[in-house]
């Protein structure tokens, strides 16, 4: 593995990663510094926690350094555009720290603040701005913002961007970009709209791919405990008090149960914040930062709002409610086991989640080890884990509750996407389906036991969310 000085970096540069306690490139930096140096164009395959960050702010600064003239005011020598002020944030904070000794202008604009400072900035003119497309946008079509003397343009999680509705967005921009520059687009997957946009903005580009997902989460320790929704609350109470548990970060699917869980953990006396869209940045900015000093010891975070959360040495990541994605899962869990350390992902999945835990291990690959050993445990499944095998075959009677009116509608969608049978001719002919179902039951999440005669017609059967039918599944991944 070369080190930095190998890489060809200039002195205030190694002084800077000196300072930072870098001492060896991760593999992103040391595939593709060189090549940025030299001018290329980079498709850069990497999630974050991979040392992206670095790996395209060290060129541009050396590019700005080596080549230094006057901006123009309105103007930015190079944009790198990311999906949340998050991430923007954090990208900013970097290029402070690699850039320390070199004395250039950096900016940040995002959204959910005021436009007067980023205005202000924008009229001096950037060495390198960060932003969010909305904003950036907006002040553009005020004309605040000129791109016509761009020559570095950076587009970071790409992917992400694509899933927040960015994509007329990131076209508008694109647009105003002048066609000599030097591109690099980062994207932790690359589903076919990304490679359209790759080809559309990239020239002869250079391909870099490191620590595909399923090898990142290979660090992680995972677990997934079964649990009854409505006992969610008090597991996780029971596991906040181990001492071992001593930075965490929980992941619930809403806005609005993210704050119910800050209200009831608040309650049991645990001290914890919250973070998500509808909290103002200067809320979001102080949770994260109490966070991250240990005032508080549990951050409670819904997927975008966490996107890109850089906090060294949290000890777990805990999946309150599976997310819809199993992407997401993958972003979730990265937050842990950070520049080499150990990390656990705990992973709550109820009756009506199981679904989502049998795509999510599809997606890395491997079963998440069953934790059994707690109060909660789900009564109803049987073995670590809950199976379905002996419902359909009707041989053997399995007493369990009713389930409830959200499962059996879940339990209806999984066994028409699985089937293709629709859930008033399944209920109609459970007899002849009933070979079909035991066949398919073990290749899905299918594996509760469940009485056909339980899944009664009816006019509207709401698929699960993160199902998408079987012939849209193949380009989500
Ligand atoms: P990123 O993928 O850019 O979000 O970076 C993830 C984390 O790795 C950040 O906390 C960086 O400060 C850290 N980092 C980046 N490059 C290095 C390096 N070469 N050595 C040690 N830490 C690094």
């Known amino acids: 593995m070369p080190d930095f000085s190998s890489l060809q970096l200039i002195a205030p540069l190694l002084q800077s990663l000196e300072e930072a306690g870098y001492t060896q490139p991760t593999p992103i930096q040391s595939q593709s510094i060189p090549h940025l140096l030299a001018g290329k164009d980079l498709l850069g395959i990497a999630q974050t926690g991979t040392g992206k960050t670095a790996a395209f702010s060290l060129p541009i600064l050396q590019y700005l350094a ?8 309105w103007h930015a020598r190079a944009l790198v555009l990311a999906p949340t002020r998050e991430l923007a944030s954090q990208i900013y904070e970097s290029l402070q720290v690699y850039g320390k000794h070199l004395g250039f202008f950096f900016s940040c604009i995002y959204g959910g603040v005021g436009q007067d400072k980023q205005v202000r900035d924008m009229k001096r003119g950037v060495d390198v701005l960060v932003a969010t497309p909305g904003r950036l946008l907006d002040l553009m079509n005020q004309g605040f913002v000129k791109l016509g003397a761009l020559e570095i343009f950076v587009l970071d999680e790409a992917d992400r961007m694509l899933d927040m509705g960015f994509i ?18 980062f994207s932790a997957t690359m589903p076919t709209d990304i490679s359209v946009l790759a080809q559309r903005l990239l020239k ?3 391909r870099v791919e ?15 405990l ?23 970060l929980v992941f619930c699917r809403t806005k609005r149960g993210a704050d119910r869980l800050v209200k009831d953990l608040t309650k049991e006396g645990i001290g914890c914040a919250a973070i998500h869209g509808n909290k103002s940045q200067g809320a979001r900015e102080k949770s994260l930062g ?13 997927d975008i709002a966490a996107r890109g959360i850089d906090v060294d040495g949290i ?20 937050r842990t086991a950070r520049a080499g350390k150990e990390g656990t992902a705990i992973s709550f999945c109820s009756a009506s989640e199981l679904a989502l835990l049998h795509g999510i291990e599809k997606a890395i690959r491997k079963k998440v080890p069953v934790d059994v050993a707690h109060e909660f445990h789900t009564q109803g499944f049987m073995g670590d884990r809950p199976v379905a095998s002996t419902i359909f075959n009707g041989k053997k ?4 509750p009713k389930p409830e009116a959200e499962e059996v509608e879940t339990l209806k969608a999984v066994i028409r996407e699985v089937t293709h049978v629709s859930p008033k001719r399944l209920a109609e002919t459970p007899r002849p389906l009933a070979k079909t179902l035991e066949s398919s039951a073990s290749r899905t999440a299918l594996r509760r036991p469940v009485n056909l005669g339980e899944l009664r017609p009816s006019r509207r059967v709401k698929r699960p969310a993160g199902l998408a039918p079987a012939h849209q599944k193949s380009h989500s991944r």
Do not use: M, W
């Open 315 to 334: 000890s777990h990541v805990i999946n309150f409610d599976l997310p819809n994605e199993p992407e997401s899962y993958v972003h979730r869990i990265g």
């Open 290 to 302: 109490n966070f991250r000093s240990g005032k508080v010891k549990v951050l409670v975070a819904t």
């Open 168 to 185: 007329v967005d990131i076209k508008r921009i694109i647009a105003k970009l002048p066609a000599e520059r030097q591109t690099l687009l």
């Open 226 to 248: 079964f649990v009854e929704s409505s006992k969610k609350t008090r597991l996780l109470c029971n596991l906040l008090v181990q001492e071992s548990v001593d930075h965490v």
């Open 66 to 73: 080596n080549k230094p003239h006057k901006i123009e005011p």
């Open 397 to 400: 009677k399995v007493e369990l």
């Open 204 to 206: 002869s580009p250079v």
């Open 210 to 224: 490191v620590t595909p997902a399923a090898t990142t989460v290979d660090r992680i320790d995972q677990k997934v």
